[in-house]
């Protein structure tokens, strides 16, 4: 079981702003070399990450061949004539000319490189520690090394060219000149290069592409802004990406500039060439498909490859990626960071600019305002179709049962024990709904596409009664969401996530909301998730109305859109009190402990109703510091209900699912096992009470260690266990009195039993609640209840 948990400490941040660039790159986890016959790429789902090869033109059945067995890499890419793979953390690179025998390590030691890329002869790679570029095998055609920030590193046939900060594209090699004057004119955000020619975006989303053109290879097809990316260039060839369907458009060759599909009907990640052939990676099931190019149509195979991954793993979570993460990424990624969603595909063209623009909001919490509901839309979703199933089981029972999922709980303050009874009476009459079992998404998609119209009927039925669904949920049609942000303005956008991106928004009637936009114009798969997420939030806020749960305002569905509003959170997110971006910003939460533990208080206590209280319990999922939110008050709610499940009755049970989440912030024992209760949940809150207390981030870097990140469960467990809450304690409060150290002592304590690795030795989310009232209690009140709170420290100490 340490095991396990030692996956959220062995992760290497170095790299990290670098790849969440939206680059195409020419770095990435799958390459060709053409020359030595050879296709690598980096598996998904193991560590050590793994690299494997085959032979182009081996037979189907041979089994492909691993590359240094022992150590984990990163990424791979491959000239002509070798390639190179880039060890996970960039302190190290090897280089092989095809069979497994000639591997050589290239590069040992630091700084740190990344974006590793092979041209013809040479390898170039970005020095992360000088933000320069570095050559290795130059044959005295290349600098070693020059000084800049570049990104988009490409490598050619005689050329390496990078993309300036400032939107120019810089080119080095014998070839520099002819390569980079073709972009003097333009302002650029990605480039690959071919063995002759070279192919990118600009920053209006247009194809540019220069150098040999003999074939046809540099022909630019016109298009819409984005309509082609991720390019893949070959020796007289050209692929690409065309949105929104994902899949491969190739011209060049001997056909000329003439555009063809060789697969029509394949959705596919990425591309990548060499010589004469292609490869892309299939988003289906993340297989390898390649074709030759100059035939264009035959010989269309699949590798033999294990499945690859759709992108290099990065150590951190969510809010690393500016365009969200692959929802799968945590169990690509083996637990050891996430894979960002590329910012091309995410960029749909606002079609019209709004005409004027609000005036931007000044101060710094309408500030953090903005950024809040980045979180609603931070995950994508597995399934959440059970609670699709329930719903659509619920409103066959209409109002009988209906009621029964809304119990109206008391407000927690008043820690009502009429209210709870009430709910559980409810529970026992309304049927068992929670032995709802797990659906594969493929299965249930034609449920949830009928079902989305049920819906909309069903809640405009049900809009009459008191207790309707109405009351919670309006439905808005198009029009309306586009005039309440200004026909999405960019200006009043909030947040983005795999699965949409949040505006502020301004109602008719005078609400300020946060509305949610499901991506638009989707490739088949996305749209497939974007529902599954869509439908899962909207059934499980609809029918949750809790004080400590951010609510609902409405939804809209119209042909493809799919829009959720939410109440506006005026103070933004837990994590952006704790871990402010600007250093000047003084939040009242950075300051008070009493704050500090009011909000945590809040939080337990809508994580207990959905485990106790709703009908069939609901798992969470995803609790992390940028899911509870603060409204203007200052009250804090949780948010994000795109990951969540609905619960096994019991205490004891639980649901197999694949691992979903966060790094950091997910329990080991769900990762290690695929199952899924609800102290998973507890494992989460705990991290978030380690972080509350210790104000470092869930996994940091700590700047007594040896420099590598580490997990605030590591830093603060040992030194909990060894009596030293004091040496922990986040230092920009100001020193804690007496009873507020007894305060801390008993969250802290606490914090630990919730991280303990094994699920059933971990308090119930209901113990917290307690344990959170009476630190609360010794704050507010200076209680000198010192027996009573060992005693709860006991009580938890003897849990079995
Ligand atoms: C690849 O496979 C072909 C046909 O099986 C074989 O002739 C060739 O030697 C192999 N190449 C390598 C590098 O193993
Ligand atoms: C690269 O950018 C960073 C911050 O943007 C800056 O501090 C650094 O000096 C730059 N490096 C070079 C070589 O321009
Ligand atoms: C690369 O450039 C060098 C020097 O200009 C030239 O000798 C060599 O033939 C070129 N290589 C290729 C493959 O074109
Ligand atoms: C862009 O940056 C490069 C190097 O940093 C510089 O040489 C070039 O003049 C800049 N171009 C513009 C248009 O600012
Ligand atoms: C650019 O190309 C020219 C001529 O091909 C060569 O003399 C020069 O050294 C190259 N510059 C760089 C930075 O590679
Ligand atoms: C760039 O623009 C200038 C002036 O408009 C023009 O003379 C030049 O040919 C252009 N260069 C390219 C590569 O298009
Ligand atoms: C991108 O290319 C298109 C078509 O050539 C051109 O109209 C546009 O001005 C370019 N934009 C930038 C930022 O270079
Ligand atoms: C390349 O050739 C095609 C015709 O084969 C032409 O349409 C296209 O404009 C050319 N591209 C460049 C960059 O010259
Ligand atoms: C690709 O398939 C779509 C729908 O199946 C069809 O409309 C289109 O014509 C096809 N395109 C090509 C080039 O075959
Ligand atoms: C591409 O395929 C053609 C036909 O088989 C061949 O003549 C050509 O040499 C190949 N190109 C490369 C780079 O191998
Ligand atoms: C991937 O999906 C394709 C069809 O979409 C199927 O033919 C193939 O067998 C699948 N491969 C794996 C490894 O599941
Ligand atoms: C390739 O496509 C052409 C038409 O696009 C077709 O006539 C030909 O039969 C196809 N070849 C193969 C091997 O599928």
Known sequence: MRFELEFF????????????????????????????????????????RAVYCTNISGSVSTSPYQVLSTVSFDSVSAGDAYLCGLKTGGEAFFCWNGDSSSIKRVYNGSPAVADLTVGETQVSAVDLSGNGIRWWRTA????????????????????TCAINTNGTVSCWGPLNNTMQSRFSNYSMTTIVAGDSHICGLNKSGFVICGGSNSSGESYAPAGSPYEYTRFALGSRHTCAIKRPNGIAVCWGGP????????????????????????????TNNYTVLCWDSHFRNVSVRTLPLPKILPGICVAGGDDICSCGTYPDSGSLCAGTGVICQRCDYQNPVIASPPPALAPAPSGSSVHIGWRVYAIIGTVGTFLGLCAVAYFVWLICRRKKV?????????????????????AITHSSSGGNGGRI???????????SRIFSRQWSRALQRQGSGPSSFKDHADEFSFQELE??????????????????????????????????????????????????????????LSRLNHKHLVSLTGFCVENDERLLVYEYMKNGALHDHLHPKNNDFESPVISSWKMRIKILLDASRGIEYLHNYAVPPIIHRDIKSSNILLDANWVARVSDFGLSLTGPNTEEGHLETKAAGTVGYMDPEYYGTNQVTVRSDVYGFGVVMLEVLTGKRAIFKYEGGDGEPVSVVDYAVPRIDAGEVGSIVDSRVAPAASQEVEALELIAYMAKHCVRLEGRERPSIADVVVHLETALALIEDGLRSGSSTSASIHSLETRD
């Open 402 to 422: 209906h009621n029964s999922v809304m119990p109206t709980i008391a407000p927690p303050s008043a820690s009502n024990n009429t209210g709870v009874a009430t």
């Open 483 to 540: 005039k309440a942000t200004k026909f999405f303005s960019l200006e009043l956008k909030i947040g983005a996530g795999s699965f949409g991106i949040v505006y502020r928004g301004l109602l008719p009637d005078g609400r300020e909301v946060a509305i949610k936009r499901g991506e638009a114009n989707s490739r088949n798969k996305r749209f497939q998730e974007k529902e599954d997420a869509f439908q899962s939030e909207l059934a499980f």
């Open 9 to 48: 400490t062995v992760l290497t941040v170095v790299a990290l702003l670098f790849f969440s660039s939206d680059a195409v790159g020419s770095t990435g986890t799958l390459a060709i070399s053409f020359g030595t016959g050879t296709v690598c790429g980096i598996s998904a789902s193991s560590l050590p």
């Open 140 to 159: 005295n055609l290349f600098p070693p090394s020059v000084l800049g920030n570049y990104s988009s590193l490409t490598s050619g046939n005689n050329f």
């Open 255 to 282: 056909g000329g500039a003439q555009l063809y599909m060789p697969l029509n009907g394949t959705s596919f990640e990425f591309l990548v060439a060499g010589g004469n052939l292609t490869c892309g990676l299939t």
């Open 437 to 447: 079992r797990f659906y594969s998404r493929s299965s249930s998609a034609p449920r």
